[in-house]
Nanobody
Framework: QVQFVESGGGLVQPGGSLRLSCAVS????????MGWYRQAPGQEREGVAA????????????SYADSVKGRFTISRDNAKNTVYLQMNSLKLEDTAVYYC???????WGQGTQVTVSS
């Protein structure tokens, strides 16, 4: 059973940065098409960033939602079996619970809260 544990969230001022981590167990992260998602209060969960498995390129091909493009970076450390989301230039509207998940897996982790506030 593949499981995901997110961490690294917190309270940050607008313009600040955070790095989220997603520890994966039950499968090798290098074989998974991984995504970061977020859900703000009263809103649908949305995809934020994704990275392909190492089967396409060793570092993976990344993609981003327009709302975070140029500010967020998704990456993967195969040795640590962990996926990261580096978030820079954070905005108030980035406030949400952030989740990671493999596209092929239906179960979600607990998520990590990111609050951007002055």
């Amino acid at each position: 059973q593949v499981q995901f544990v997110e961490s690294g969230g917190g309270l940050v001022q607008p313009g600040g940065s955070l790095r989220l981590s997603c520890a994966v167990s039950g499968s090798s992260v290098s074989t998974l098409f991984m995504g970061w998602y977020r859900q703000a209060p009263g809103q649908e969960r949305e995809g934020v960033a994704a990275i392909t498995s190492s089967s396409i390129t060793s570092s993976g091909i990344t993609s981003y939602a327009d709302s975070v493009k140029g500010r967020f970076t998704i990456s993967r450390d195969n040795a640590k079996n962990t996926v990261y989301l580096q978030m820079n230039s954070l905005k108030l509207e980035d406030t949400a619970v952030y989740y990671c998940k493999a596209v092929s897996v239906n179960s979600w982790g607990q998520g990590t809260q990111v609050t951007v506030s002055s």
